[in-house]
């Protein structure tokens, strides 16, 4: 089935734990067009003799990546036209991945975010393939991050991001897939956190304010090697049940404290807080994992015989800009004109 809304229980699935999976969001022929573009530029690469992994870290940019020709001007960074015109000339099925790319994907990551404004729109702001080649289990995980640490800390507090992480083949534990902390349970009691969750969404400051706290409450990063040993003992021994939020693992009952308040009998301003169950991510190609920019997450090797691709555009509201005023990547509007 084709699953293509985002619900209110889906928004709140999303602010409440920084993620949201939504399994088999493409339609076959919008993962076709995507999976053929990244197997041309995956040929042309490896024509080239580059490799993917050692040299690229699995990251394929398509404009930058050297299949076309640098563009004369840098309009396309700004402008929806100019960028349309530079990606047709990647694909060779021309209007095929710009419609997903600026209309299928936004549209579902959209409720997301605060409402976008004429002075914020939604705008693209990178978009890359993640490609894990086959037997490379040891040199093709990811270490725990978070997307928005990328940008600036001004950028970080001013805009909001969200990655859209689309598998273009079934994901499993086998082939490099995600594990996710979602936000850490821990403000029910937090009057800040009661505050602030009356209406996160108004707009883009209070909306940030909101995901900041959630993530200012995760307790240290759980030893990596070790988290994913413990999934795999966990699927090994119980079979894990995945259910349309993933696979849920229970981490060990490891105390930790923070500085955040926590409410009336909270003593001195800190207390111990247990580790939420973390989600392993194990879907079918063509499924979306949005991940906002705070959300804790790693990522599993490729152990399997085959290529695992990933499709990860995303999105900010409003033209991500650092301190002094340079943008740090894409600012490409998604709407041409926003009426009202
Ligand atoms: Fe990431």
């Known amino acids: 089935m084709n699953e293509s809304t985002i619900t209110e229980a889906d928004k709140r699935f999303f602010h409440r734990n920084g993620f949201l999976i939504k399994e088999n969001a493409l339609a076959p022929e919008e993962i076709g067009v995507l999976r053929r573009e990244a197997d041309c530029l995956l040929n042309f690469l490896m024509s080239e003799n580059v490799d993917i992994m050692k040299d690229l870290g699995g990251i394929i940019e398509p404009i930058p990546c050297g299949y076309i020709d640098p563009p004369d001007s840098q309009m396309y960074i700004l402008s929806k036209k100019a960028y349309t015109n530079i990606r047709n000339r990647i694909t060779e099925e021309p209007d095929t991945v710009v419609p997903v790319l600026f209309g299928k994907i936004p549209a579902l990551a959209r409720p997301l975010f605060p409402p976008e404004t004429r002075d914020n729109p939604l705008c693209l702001f990178n978009e890359q393939y993640i490609i894990k080649s ?3 289990s040891s040199t093709s995980s990811f270490a725990w991050h978070q997307d928005s640490q990328y940008m600036d800390p001004s950028a970080q507090k001013t805009f909001p991001i969200i990655s859209c992480w689309v598998a273009l083949d079934d994901v499993t534990i086998s082939n490099g897939t995600l594990l996710i902390e979602p936000f850490p349970k821990v403000s029910t009691g937090d009057p800040s956190f009661a505050a602030l ?4 969404l108004d707009n883009i400051e209070s909306y940030l304010q909101y995901f900041q706290h959630l993530a200012s409450c995760y307790g240290p990063e759980m030893d990596r090697d070790k988290a994913m040993a413990e999934v795999k003992a966990q699927k090994l021994t119980r079979g894990l049940e995945g259910t349309r939020h993933g696979n849920l693992i229970e981490m060990e009952k490891q105390e930790y404290h923070n500085d955040v308040p926590q409410g009336e009998g909270a003593g001195e301003g800190s207390r111990g807080i ?8 194990e879907a079918p190609a063509g499924s ?6 705070f959300v804790r997450h790693c990522s599993f090797g490729n152990a399997s015989s085959t290529f695992r691709r990933v499709f990860m555009p995303q999105y900010s509201i409003g033209k991500v800009e650092s301190e002094d005023g340079g943008l740090i990547s894409l600012a490409v509007p998604c709407s041409d004109h926003l009426h009202g």
């Open 274 to 281: 247990c580790r939420d169950p973390y989600v392993l991510v």
């Open 288 to 293: 979306i994992v949005f991940l906002s920019g």
């Open 197 to 200: 969750a009356e209406n996160p």
């Open 134 to 136: 086959p037997k490379t």
